[in-house]
């Protein structure tokens, strides 16, 4: 198998994938709003299960907050995206 292929075997059923937003934390609103703008505009696709948001530092959710929630709701499929 191709690794054009297994990435396509990962990714051929997107509705059982979610994103995970990851920002960087900060004390200034902007920080937050660009992230969750962004979340807002992934989410309008409509093309993942769904777009969550979290954070390394300063804000909340923590990224170990929200990938126990994913698991704990049976996530499997899930892609890390570092926004910074």
């Not at 900060?26 to 989410?43: A, F, H, T, W």
């Amino acid at each position: 198998m191709t690794k054009e292929e297994k990435i396509a075997e990962v990714y051929e059923d997107e509705e059982d994938v979610v994103v995970v937003l990851i920002g960087h934390g900060s004390k200034l609103p902007y920080n937050r709003e660009v992230i969750e703008e962004l979340r807002r505009r992934i989410e309008m696709r409509e093309i993942f299960k769904a777009v969550r948001v979290a954070f390394m530092q300063l804000n909340s959710p923590s990224i170990g907050e929200v990938l126990r929630t994913l698991a704990k709701d049976g996530m499997k499929k899930i892609v890390a995206l570092p926004v910074f």
